[in-house]
């Protein structure tokens, strides 16, 4: 009951920098958790990162610590991701997902942990 739209994807340089959009519409019924996962051709989805309800707990995959950056507007119901200095091996889709509920101890980075999905948007970096 709960639909997520991706948009923002596109291709640039190495170095170059991206926002991503999320946002959530629907059955959104009370607080949750948000994430951004990628997956590239012929491998495994993987997390890279991951909002709580207030905004305040983030959680990054080590690979990109430093150059994304995640936020939302839980008003928009929207999740942002910031991608700063890209490289050509953060080439992928990136999805979002959503988890209800909220864990103020602990952080989700297993696909399994989220509820709903977007179809993804294509980021790709050239060199």
């Known amino acids: 009951q709960v639909q997520l739209v991706e948009s923002g994807g596109g291709l640039v340089q190495a170095g170059g920098s991206l926002r991503l959009s999320c946002t959530a519409s629907g059955r959104t019924f009370s607080v949750y958790d948000m994430g951004w996962f990628r997956q590239a051709p012929g491998k495994a989805r993987e997390f890279v990162a991951t909002i709580k309800w207030g905004g305040e707990g983030t959680y990054y995959a080590d690979s990109v610590k430093g150059r994304f950056t995640i936020s939302r507007d839980n008003a928009k119901n929207t999740v942002y991701l910031q991608m700063n200095s890209l490289k050509p091996e953060d080439t992928a889709v990136y999805y979002c997902a959503l988890r209800q509920g909220i864990s103020?101890?602990?952080?989700?980075?297993?696909v399994r942990d989220y509820d709903y999905w977007g179809q993804g948007t294509q980021v790709t970096v050239s060199s």
């Open 104 to 110: 103020v101890r602990s952080y989700h980075v297993e």
